[in-house]
């Protein structure tokens, strides 16, 4: 039984911030990965069970940042800097074992939260 939920999409202008969130259950590793209008989903970000180890895309890191709160079972994505090229929905996904880039590997997936930041 595990059940993902994002939260925290919405508008934003060019160069703010937002903060999502997903609630799952601990001790699965777990990704963020986005879709924009007319392309394929794509992986952002991700983190082990522990916090420990993290993946990212070079592009993005320095602007966005994961991090796990195991007590309230609950993982986030700090983006800052946005830009349009930003807009997508986003999606939290969990699997078993240790954390990857590979969209193929995860399980389970959340329903996904829109971002979309204006210029």
């Known amino acids: 039984q595990v059940q993902l939920v994002e939260s925290g999409g919405g508008l934003v202008q060019a160069g703010g911030s937002l903060r999502l969130s997903c609630a799952a259950s601990s001790r699965y590793a777990m990704g963020w990965f986005r879709q924009a209008p007319g392309k394929e989903r794509e992986f952002v970000i991700a983190?082990?069970?522990?916090?420990?180890?993290?993946y990212y895309v070079d592009s993005l890191k320095g602007r966005f940042t994961i991090s796990r709160d195991n007590a309230k079972n609950t993982v986030y994505l700090q983006m800052n800097s946005l830009t349009p090229e930003d807009t997508a929905v986003y999606y939290c996904?969990?699997?078993?074992?240790?954390?990857?880039?590979?969209?193929?590997?995860?399980?389970?997936w959340g329903q996904g939260t829109q971002v979309t930041v204006s210029s």
């Open positions: 996904a969990a699997k078993v074992g240790s954390a990857s880039r590979e969209l193929v590997e995860y399980r389970y």
């Open positions: 983190v082990s069970w522990s916090g420990d180890t993290k």
